[in-house]
């Protein structure tokens, strides 16, 4: 766009002298002419024409002089910046305009190459300070959008752990001693596990959703709460299970035009078996004589939200625990965590460090865990959430 120069004088003959001396900028498009006959006639173009850059006046004239024009337009913009040219360049005049915020002084008659160097040094600096208040504004957005963001994540953050079980709870289940732990990374992602105990039956869930922030703390809660109500309803065929969890959270997403996702795992335990069923991380399973299982859950469901109906997707795996046997489920936030040179923790780390303590309690076991993750992520940003739950047949 071409600099907006307005004219203020009541002269007739200047407007034609403009239009010759800077005929080849306007025809260029870089220079744009507005004229006025006094400061009300400027004032005037200058509500109907906002993007003005240069106002260029003269101090007397009808109506209203240029110095008052000084004075309205200091009170009226903070980019315009207004060149007197005047017959009386005495340093009366000089300093008053001055005083009221004039960028610069010329006399008449005009030497249009000082007026055009004139002109060429103001347009910068009105430049330069258009760049400054737009990286202003631009800062202002800026603390503000952070503001925001910060709000959601500690709402995500309070969600997230209004969700988790008490210990009270936990205690409350006779055949299963159970410790969990989730710590939020600094971004807040979408971990998710709960124990639920409903008619004898326990349901244990652990999920992950993709991203971060208040979105996903929501599509937890809507998680745990279709979880908790198709127990209460004493639903116990799986596919229909996960297929209605999947449905409810597949139409939510839709309505939020959200594209987020997770995986989820659920756990049936009654009388010393487990049974699993959904698609997450892969299970571990420490047997009482020291041996590891891994159950993969790649076969067992699909990712909750993708898609409309998953029941082809959705198989189950049951395990038998013994007196003693550890079972351990986490979210990838524990395996893909890295240290300072980018070595991700690692699921065989995780492993063997459940075999060597697994004659320990749960609580033993999950603290024995994290702080091995922690040590090995140091002083690193921690990128995703940390959950793990660890679970052994009494």
Not at 18 to 42: P, S, T
Not at 85 to 96: F, H, P, T
Request: with cysteine; hydrophobic share 40%; glycine share 6%.
């Amino acid at each position: 766009m071409p600099a907006k120069i307005l004219v203020v004088d009541d002269e007739p003959d200047l407007e034609l002298l403009i239009r010759q001396k800077f005929r080849k900028k306007i025809r260029q498009n870089e220079l744009q002419f507005v004229f006025a006959r006094n400061g009300v006639d400027a004032l005037s173009q200058l509500q109907t024409e906002p993007d003005i850059d240069i106002v260029l006046t003269d101090i007397n004239m009808p109506e209203m002089d240029g110095l008052t024009l000084l004075t309205k337009l200091n009170e009226q913009s903070s980019h315009i910046k207004a060149i007197i040219i005047s017959a009386y360049g005495d340093i009366e005049n000089i300093r008053a305009a001055m005083n009221r915020g004039a960028f610069d002084f010329l006399t008449k008659p005009i030497d249009f190459q000082d007026l055009e160097i004139t002109t060429n040094k103001t347009l910068q600096y009105v430049k330069q300070m258009k760049q400054a208040l737009e990286q202003e504004r631009y800062l202002k957005r800026l603390e503000a959008e952070n503001l925001r963001l910060s709000t959601e994540l500690d709402i995500a953050r309070q969600l997230q752990q209004m969700l988790l079980p008490t210990k009270e709870e936990l205690s409350q289940i006779s055949q299963l001693e159970i410790a969990g732990f989730m710590k939020p990374a600094q971004e807040v992602g979408g971990d998710y596990y709960d124990v639920l105990q409903h008619n004898g039956n326990v349901k244990i869930g652990i999920g992950d959703i993709t991203g971060h922030g208040l979105e996903s703390g929501v599509l937890m809660l809507m998680v745990q709460t279709a979880v908790r109500t198709l127990l209460t309803h004493q639903e116990t065929d799986l596919v229909k299970f996960l297929n209605t969890i999947n449905r409810t959270i597949y139409d939510n997403l839709q309505r939020m035009r959200c594209d987020k996702n997770l995986t989820l795992a659920l756990v049936d335990y009654q009388k010393g078996v487990l049974t699993l069923s959904g698609q997450h991380e892969q299970m571990i399973v420490v047997r009482s004589s020291g041996s590891v299982e891994l159950i993969d859950t790649i076969d067992l469901g699909f990712p909750i939200g993708l898609t409309e109906d998953i029941s082809d997707f959705v198989a189950e795996a049951r395990v038998q625990l013994n007196p003693g046997d550890v079972v351990v489920l986490y979210t990838d936030g524990i395996t893909e965590a890295e240290d300072i040179n980018g070595v991700q923790y690692g699921l065989e780390r995780l492993c063997e460090v459940v075999k060597t303590c697994w004659q320990s309690s749960a609580g033993e076991i999950r603290q024995a865990v994290i702080g091995e993750v922690q040590q090995h992520i140091g002083e690193q940003k921690v990128y995703d959430d940390i959950t793990l739950l660890v679970l052994k047949q009494k």
